[in-house]
């Protein structure tokens, strides 16, 4: 039997447990949140519950064991269209906020930022909304994975917590959008970002003074980067030298096309 803390504020490790002949089993542990896995012999299969020691009926838990295959991760991602994201706020956080029926009851959902590596997650109520917030910058794009049992989720922090990259491959998910900002008339607005592993993420958005081009017009690109570091916030101006990548995906008749520009500042 293994009993998980499912999400520590220290993440610790699972504790592995043998029952006695009989069944019976004892363990001491902090009060939280637990999910219990029991591997039993064969020919049962796979057991899983969670467990919260905080509240009053958690001397009245009974798990069945039965013979019958089941799912120990059901095939049951996300509903995408039972979740919203807000728009990025000035220090590019979104609310993601999932109405009733997002997830299955009382699972846990991871979200992480594909551009930059940032996550949040949060506990289902029993209808299945949550509510979390996270960086994510306008135009980025959010992984949103569920954890019906919390013993994935509670690998993972354990693996983050101490440097690794944490292994969310188990579980089902689906991918959403951050809204892009507003377009300003007549122009185009770009937003990217990212993230080197040991630094802080980066924002660049701004936007293009033309909608199209012709060959010999001329375009401004006008934008704002930013790099989310509190180290940064006294150090005053500072230059930088992009480079401006301009690539035509498509000729005059949709067809692909090879041609691209690179420009340096």
Request: aromatic share 8%.
């Amino acid at each position: 039997m293994d009993f998980d803390n499912c999400c520590p504020a220290e993440p610790t490790g699972f504790h592995d447990i043998f029952s006695s002949a009989d069944g019976s089993f004892s363990v001491e542990v902090p009060a939280g949140p637990y999910a219990i896995t029991i591997t039993p012999p064969t020919p049962f299969n796979v057991a899983h519950t969670r467990i919260d020691t905080r509240e009053k009926n958690a001397a009245a838990l009974e798990i069945v064991l039965r013979v019958e295959p089941s799912q120990y991760l059901p095939d049951a991602p996300p509903v995408a269209s039972r979740i919203e994201v807000s728009p990025a706020d000035e220090n590019h956080e979104v609310t993601v906020a999932g109405s009733s029926g997002a997830l299955p009851p009382e699972a846990y959902v991871i979200l992480i930022t594909l551009d930059t590596g940032n996550y949040a997650w949060a506990k289902a109520s029993v209808d299945g909304s949550f509510e979390a917030t996270l960086f994510a910058p306008a135009g980025a794009s959010i992984l949103a994975k569920v954890d019906p049992v919390g013993t994935i989720l509670r690998g993972f922090l354990y693996e983050v917590h101490f440097g690794g990259e944490g292994v969310l491959s188990p579980l089902t998910g689906t991918i959403l959008s951050v809204p892009d900002a507003g377009q300003a008339e007549q122009r185009t607005p770009f937003f990217t970002s990212g993230a080197e592993e040991g630094s802080p993420p980066w924002t660049f958005q701004g936007t293009i003074d033309a909608q199209s081009v012709k060959p010999g017009d001329r375009i401004r690109v006008a934008g704002v980067f930013e790099i989310a570091s509190p180290l940064l916030g006294e150090a005053g101006e500072m230059e930088i030298h992009p480079n401006v990548l301009l690539e035509q995906l498509a000729g005059p008749d949709g067809r692909g096309s090879q041609a691209r520009n690179v420009l340096a500042s």
